[in-house]
């Protein structure tokens, strides 16, 4: 049986993580990659059925 003081959080024990990570989200900048077939087949289909699912709830599909 689980009693009412070992629900309670102790805020002797609480840490919180704040680091903070910089994105490199530049639009400008590209670095080609040399891409297997399978990867390539995989993201087509994924994007299939992505916009399948869209479309089946009245969305519209992702461009390609």
């Given at each position: 049986m689980i009693t009412?003081?070992?629900l309670v959080l102790s805020a002797d024990h609480v840490f919180i993580?704040?680091?903070?990570?910089k994105a490199s989200a530049?639009?400008?900048k590209f670095?080609?990659?040399?891409v297997r077939k399978?990867?390539?087949a995989?993201?087509?289909?994924r994007q299939?059925?992505?916009?399948?699912d869209r479309i089946d709830?009245?969305?519209k599909p992702f461009p390609p």
């Open positions: 009412i003081e070992q993580d704040s680091t903070h990570v530049n639009k400008r670095e080609k990659k040399i399978e990867t390539r995989y993201e087509a289909k299939e059925e992505l916009n399948q709830h009245g969305k």
